[in-house]
């Protein structure tokens, strides 16, 4: 799916250019997408650093064990396939809290300790997406967000007579995402584990 | 509750900060030492996302700076000004899945033009604040792991973005 998408995109993209006659920008623009990709890589790395920092210790002081035991009746119907005290379920807990939260910046250094214990669990095809894999990136897209703080800090800047007046509907449209997200990932599982793919 | 919540989304970071060493100095963990060698993964995990995200963005770059993206704006409006679809935000819409930049960018700009409090300031404020990057997620962190083939995520992932622009757009229309 990825493949043929990025294959349009590209493809598309170039045709186009060439028949507006501006075909130059093409160079341009896949350079400047390259930039962005490396720039937005290097500068994860302090967080991603700092992060793992405080989850090692987490881990050490038994906090993350502990905040996974607290939700474990949602996600041991979530996430089936994870065994009881494994790690995975501990980062899963602290990326969907922190997504939650509007901490951005914090939940993606979390998700990719989340998906590197995942990856442990998945040995027999290390190069296929597991069911966990599938459902924690559906939750993770879709994930209820209370403080969409950077859409408030632009409105406010832009003069809003009442800038958080948008939280209510946010909510309602993410509850409505996730909600979705959750039945068309167990649909799916079932049918792509029914074919044996 | 708006209060409360954002007094909560303040502190949340610091809270986390001061109570997690501190427990675990209580309970015997070396917590400097352990730090430290939680933190030596860092550099690894984000150079390994290097090439993924440039695949994705030069793919996406190229895609709108050619006027690719505008073109199939056009191509959908007609049809959307069917439904009652406003076809002000579409470039919001189809961006929001693949750049989380580029939406905001948008965003920025729909709100600019058409005022923060006006029904498209509003929706494409509520769309931006409840959807998520769904191909920059997937690249991330399927990429740091090195998955190749993602199955379903693809369609789930953008069932639920659809659902929430759908979503958006009625409550919008129910609230403002």
Redesign the interface.
């Given at each position: 799916?990825?493949n043929i998408?990025?294959l349009i995109?590209?493809t598309?993209?170039?045709?186009?250019?060439g028949l507006?006659g501006?075909i130059e920008?093409?160079t341009?623009?896949?350079l400047?997408?390259?930039q962005?990709?490396?720039t937005?890589?290097?500068n994860?790395?302090?967080i991603?650093?700092?992060w793992?920092?405080?989850?090692?210790?987490?881990?050490?002081?038994?906090?993350v064990r502990a905040l996974a035991y607290l939700v474990r009746p949602l996600t041991r119907f979530l996430f089936p396939s994870i065994p009881r005290e494994h790690p995975a379920m501990g980062a899963i807990v602290m990326n969907l809290s922190a997504n939650i939260?509007?901490?951005g910046n914090?939940s993606?250094?979390m998700?990719?300790i989340a998906?590197?214990e995942?990856?442990k669990l998945n040995r027999h095809r290390?190069?296929?997406?597991s069911d966990a894999?599938?459902t924690f990136?559906?939750l993770?897209?879709?994930?209820i967000?209370?403080?969409?703080?950077?859409?408030?800090g632009?409105?406010l800047l832009?003069?809003?007579?009442?800038?958080?007046?948008?939280?209510?509907?946010?909510?309602?449209?993410?509850a409505?995402?996730?909600?979705?997200?959750i039945m068309?990932?167990r649909m799916?599982?079932y049918?792509?584990n029914r074919r044996g793919? | 509750m708006f209060t409360i919540i954002s007094e909560l989304s303040r502190w949340a970071i610091p809270v986390v900060l001061l109570v997690v060493p501190l427990i675990a100095f209580i309970r015997g963990v070396k917590v400097f030492e352990t730090f430290v060698e939680g933190a030596e993964q860092g550099f690894a995990t984000a150079i390994k996302i290097i090439p993924f995200l440039v695949a994705m963005l030069v793919a996406i770059s190229v895609f709108r700076a050619s006027g690719a993206m505008d073109i199939m704006v056009s191509c959908f409006s007609p049809v959307l000004n069917i439904i009652g679809f406003p076809t002000e935000i579409l470039p919001h819409a189809i961006m929001r899945p693949l750049s989380g930049g580029a939406a905001l960018g948008i965003a920025t700009d729909t709100i600019k033009t058409y005022g923060p409090d006006s029904f498209i300031g509003r929706l494409v404020s509520t769309m931006q604040g409840s959807s998520d990057t769904t191909f920059y997620v997937l690249t991330l962190y399927f990429g740091s792991v090195g998955i190749k083939k993602y199955r379903y995520a693809i369609i789930s992932g953008l069932a639920a973005d659809l659902t929430t622009l759908a979503a958006s757009i009625l409550i919008c229309k129910i609230m403002f």
């Open positions: 799916m990825v998408i990025w995109m590209i598309l993209g170039i045709i186009v250019a507006n501006n920008v093409v341009k623009a896949a400047d997408g390259a962005a990709g490396v937005t890589s290097l994860l790395i302090a991603i650093t700092f793992l920092g405080i989850m090692k210790l987490a881990e050490a002081a038994g906090l939260l509007g901490l914090a993606t250094p998700g990719l998906m590197q995942l990856q290390p190069d296929t997406a894999m599938c990136l559906a993770n897209t879709s994930c967000t209370l403080i969409p703080t950077t859409i408030i632009i409105r832009y003069g809003s007579a009442n800038p958080t007046e948008i939280v209510g509907t946010t909510i309602f449209a993410t409505c995402g996730m909600t979705v997200a068309v990932d799916l599982r049918i792509y793919r | -």
